[in-house]
């Protein structure tokens, strides 16, 4: 392992610890609510979901941080877990719920992020700063 971080893994530890770490009051709160009368059926559900993927991008933001050797692929499958849920952001995630252009620009900026960062933790650099070969994912 090399003391100096390359700057890209740098940024991708902490988009990952900051969206981390909003996830998992967003989710206890929505499962909180999910007892609230007039709360839709899926609110405890999504919200454990939300929490769970909270708590699993902190993880992300370790095993990069602290360049461990499961860090760089875990990062890679849990980018490409999101891609389906911007999609599905793109034409409304819940039930009845409207999409606003905002929400649609949004949605389109974490997939360019998404293909941004498996691109660069695919690529051969990394791979060697992580410490695998270049046939490793």
């Known amino acids: 392992m090399q003391n100096k971080k390359p700057l890209g893994l740098v940024l991708i530890a902490i988009y990952c610890a900051i969206w ?36 699993a991008m902190i993880a992300g933001a370790y095993g990069i941080w602290t360049v461990q050797p499961w860090g760089r692929t875990y990062n890679i499958w849990l980018e490409l877990a999101t891609v389906p849920l911007n999609l599905l952001s793109l034409v409304g995630l819940m039930p009845g719920g409207k999409v606003t252009a905002g929400d649609r620009i949004t949605a389109i900026i974490c997939l360019i992020l998404t293909v941004v960062i498996v691109k660069y933790l695919t690529s051969d650099g990394v791979k060697r700063f992580f410490g695998q070969s270049a046939e490793t994912m």
């Not at 998992?24 to 059926?41: R, T």
Request: aromatic share 8%.
């Open 20 to 55: 981390g770490t909003a996830m998992i009051p967003l989710g206890c709160m929505s499962s909180m609510a999910a007892g609230v009368p007039g709360m839709p059926a899926y609110a405890a559900p999504l919200g454990m979901f939300v929490l769970a993927f909270g708590v």
